[in-house]
Nanobody, 119 residues
Framework: QVQLVESGGGLVQAGGSLRLSCAASGRGFSFNVMGWYRQAPGKQRELVATIARGGTINYADSVKGRFTISRDNAKNTVYLQMNSLKPEDTAVYYC?????????????WGKGTLVTVSS
């Protein structure tokens, strides 16, 4: 019913920037919280940033001051602007959206987009 499609990953040198986008499809859904998580090789998936429909934002300490999350509610799209990238930011980045449908909470994930930061 809901699909999340990420774009914008790629290879960048340390200190560079990338912008990720995630569009959520599905008519009639209201996405309460949208965000980004990442998983590096051999590590568990971790939160990067989330943004609530009303604008409340949460960042992981490791990305504060470097990454900026934003969303366009009309387009059901969430963005992640990543600046001053470091090699340790290398990971698969997953889009996430939480929503309620017929009184049931759902948690949807995208397929992921790879971000590689070279030193």
């Amino acid at each position: 019913q809901v699909q999340l499609v990420e774009s914008g990953g790629g290879l960048v040198q340390a200190g560079g920037s990338l912008r990720l986008s995630c569009a959520a499809s599905g008519r009639g859904f209201s996405f309460n919280v949208m965000g980004w998580y990442r998983q590096a090789p051999g590590k568990q998936r971790e939160l990067v940033a989330t943004i609530a429909r009303g604008g409340t934002i949460n960042y992981a300490d490791s990305v504060k001051g470097r990454f900026t999350i934003s969303r366009d509610n009309a387009k059901n799209t969430v963005y992640l602007q990543m600046n001053s990238l470091k090699p340790e930011d290398t990971a698969v980045y997953y889009c996430n959206a939480k929503y309620i449908y017929i009184f049931t909470n759902y948690n949807s994930w995208g397929k992921g987009t790879l971000v590689t930061v070279s030193s």
